[in-house]
């Protein structure tokens, strides 16, 4: 943190990552707690429909890597967040509405590991759910506000190695218990196994058609790394590496899941990681699982902070003094902490929590985002129709419906295309008038 003296610094580590260091970070920031707590309590309640649902995302990376990637190119260059692209393709006013989309968003994300963090730390150490809450905020907060990006990359670093390492070992140490993968392939229900007859099915058919564009996985710290790269070939290998991580790593969580339900068949789905922890894994492993979630929490918590902080102090605010904007990432660092620790505090479901950040940053800022930068002729017209319709589609689908579940990223999403489309033809139609008149 002595090192970091200027905002690029602070916020991209002044583009110097190797392709290696890059892809590791971000690596990192995409597993997050959630995805070995929240997604082993999914399969093993609904069942394989949950991955299948979810693996549109290997499609979301093929398309990134192909298609997306060479357009981050040298338009870019010099700008430090999703703020800054949005400034420029729309104007100042939807830089700032991004940034405050970007508090929202992370410090929404935030709550959801802290709460996995809770739940985990709380069973295995036996400390208050608030305490561990508390505590790993504060620990996150200040490395993150000493070394902005430096400190977040290379913890990340170290962090992905420790999921590496036990993620597998938690797996092999299930399967065995369950008596091997013939005798676990035997003892799973039928109707976890479901997919086209699955009461869920319209649900999470909705959920795998918007999994595989990219609108839901780029939230901030994701655009944060696309801006890190020095080149687009950093970004297209990224995304080829994430492609064959993220399979091994599903089907490790469905093997972990599916162990659990055969061993354990009384135990709630949401309780099922903390009770393999303190039952099944020996120790040692025990207190290994426990850094592997605190890495995985972790890893993506302070690459949220870093992005959320960048958006408020860069975009929103906008010093002029580069000591003084400094300043403000640190202090911004500190506030999307504490918004996280308060909704952490409710205790969320950690899936739901985190897919509705997912769902208003992907339609609202995503979508307009993406559409300028593949070279799509844009208007803040199109932004602002698009925006009105996702809040208002997003707040009608929870007002409506007591618990929407994973259908509301897929219907804020789909709202959020139609109403851009709108906005766009609408203001093409305006702007064709003009040229006439």
Same mark, same amino acid.
């Given at each position: 943190g002595?090192?970091?003296?200027?905002v690029?610094?602070?916020?991209?580590?002044?583009?110097?990552?190797?392709?290696?260091?890059?892809?590791?970070?971000?690596?990192?920031?995409?597993?997050?707690?959630?995805?070995?707590?929240?997604?082993? @309590?999914?399969?093993?309640?609904?069942?394989?429909?949950?991955?299948?649902?979810?693996?549109?995302f290997?499609?979301?990376?093929?398309?990134?890597?192909?298609?997306?990637?060479?357009?981050?190119d040298?338009r870019?260059?010099?700008m430090?967040?999703a703020?800054?692209?949005?400034?420029?393709?729309?104007g100042?006013?939807?830089?700032?509405?991004?940034?405050?989309? =970007?508090?929202?968003?992370?410090s929404l994300?935030?709550?959801?590991?802290?709460?996995?963090?809770?739940?985990? *730390?709380?069973?295995?150490?036996?400390?208050?759910?608030?305490?561990?809450?508390?505590?790993?905020?504060?620990?996150?907060?200040?490395y &993150?506000?000493?070394?902005?990006? #430096? &400190?977040? @990359?290379?913890?990340?670093?170290?962090?992905?190695?420790?999921?590496?390492?036990?993620?597998?070992?938690?797996?092999i140490?299930?399967?065995?218990?369950?008596?091997?993968?013939? !005798?676990?392939?035997?003892?799973?229900?039928s109707?976890k196994?479901?997919?086209f007859?699955?009461?869920?099915?319209?649900?999470? =058919?909705?959920?795998?058609? $918007?999994?595989?564009t990219?609108f839901?996985?780029?939230?901030?710290? $994701? *655009?944060? #790394?696309f801006?890190?790269?020095?080149?687009?070939?950093?970004?297209?290998?990224?995304?080829?590496?994430?492609?064959?991580?993220?399979?091994?790593?599903?089907?490790?969580?469905?093997?972990?899941?599916?162990?659990?339900?055969?061993i354990?068949?009384?135990?709630?789905a949401?309780?099922?990681?903390?009770?393999?922890?303190?039952t099944?894994?020996?120790?040692?492993?025990?207190?290994?699982f426990?850094?592997?979630?605190?890495?995985?929490?972790? !890893?993506t918590?302070?690459?949220?902070?870093?992005?959320?902080?960048?958006?408020?102090?860069?975009?929103?605010?906008?010093?002029?003094?580069?000591?003084?904007e400094?300043?403000?990432? #640190?202090?911004?660092?500190?506030?999307?902490?504490?918004?996280?620790?308060?909704?952490?505090?409710f205790?969320?479901?950690?899936?739901?929590? *985190?897919?509705?950040?997912?769902?208003?940053?992907?339609?609202?800022?995503?979508i307009?985002?993406?559409?300028?930068?593949?070279k799509?002729? $844009? !208007?803040?017209?199109?932004f602002?129709?698009?925006?009105?319709?996702?809040?208002?589609?997003?707040?009608?689908?929870?007002?409506i *419906?007591?618990?929407?579940?994973l259908? @509301?990223?897929?219907?804020?999403?789909?709202? =959020?295309?139609i109403?851009f @489309?709108?906005?766009?033809?609408?203001?093409?139609?305006l702007?064709?008038? !003009?040229?006439?008149?």
């Amino acid at each position: 943190g002595f090192g970091v003296k200027e905002v690029k610094d602070y916020a991209i580590a002044r583009k110097k990552c190797s392709t290696f260091f890059l892809t590791m970070t971000f690596l990192a920031s995409s597993f997050g707690s959630g995805a070995v707590v929240g997604d082993v @309590a999914k399969v093993a309640t609904d069942g394989i429909i949950f991955t299948a649902a979810i693996s549109g995302f290997l499609i979301c990376c093929l398309i990134m890597s192909q298609f997306i990637a060479p357009y981050f190119d040298s338009r870019f260059n010099g700008m430090l967040s999703a703020g800054d692209i949005m400034t420029h393709f729309y104007g100042t006013t939807v830089g700032k509405i991004t940034a405050l989309l =970007g508090l929202l968003t992370s410090s929404l994300y935030v709550g959801g590991q802290l709460t996995a963090l809770g739940h985990i *730390i709380g069973v295995f150490l036996a400390v208050g759910y608030k305490t561990v809450i508390i505590l790993s905020a504060l620990i996150v907060i200040t490395y &993150s506000a000493l070394g902005g990006m #430096r &400190s977040v @990359a290379v913890a990340d670093v170290f962090k992905f190695s420790i999921i590496v390492i036990m993620v597998p070992l938690m797996t092999i140490t299930m399967i065995n218990q369950a008596g091997g993968v013939e !005798s676990l392939l035997n003892a799973i229900p039928s109707e976890k196994l479901t997919i086209f007859d699955h009461s869920k099915f319209s649900e999470y =058919g909705l959920m795998f058609l $918007v999994s595989l564009t990219p609108f839901l996985w780029m939230y901030p710290p $994701v *655009i944060q #790394r696309f801006l890190m790269a020095r080149h687009p070939s950093q970004i297209s290998v990224m995304y080829r590496v994430q492609l064959i991580v993220r399979v091994i790593f599903m089907l490790m969580i469905v093997c972990v899941a599916f162990s659990g339900v055969a061993i354990f068949p009384d135990v709630p789905a949401k309780d099922l990681v903390p009770h393999i922890v303190s039952t099944i894994l020996p120790i040692g492993c025990r207190g290994l699982f426990i850094v592997c979630v605190l890495a995985a929490s972790m !890893s993506t918590s302070d690459s949220h902070i870093n992005a959320a902080s960048v958006l408020l102090a860069h975009n929103l605010f906008k010093f002029k003094n580069e000591r003084i904007e400094l300043a403000m990432l #640190r202090f911004s660092t500190v506030i999307v902490g504490v918004f996280g620790i308060i909704i952490a505090a409710f205790d969320f479901e950690i899936i739901h929590l *985190i897919m509705s950040a997912f769902s208003i940053w992907g339609a609202a800022v995503t979508i307009p985002l993406l559409a300028g930068v593949v070279k799509i002729r $844009v !208007s803040p017209l199109a932004f602002w129709v698009c925006f009105i319709g996702v809040i208002t589609s997003f707040s009608a689908t929870h007002a409506i *419906i007591e618990k929407p579940g994973l259908a @509301a990223p897929a219907i804020t999403v789909i709202t =959020g295309l139609i109403s851009f @489309a709108f906005g766009k033809f609408y203001s093409d139609l305006l702007l064709a008038r !003009s040229n006439k008149q």
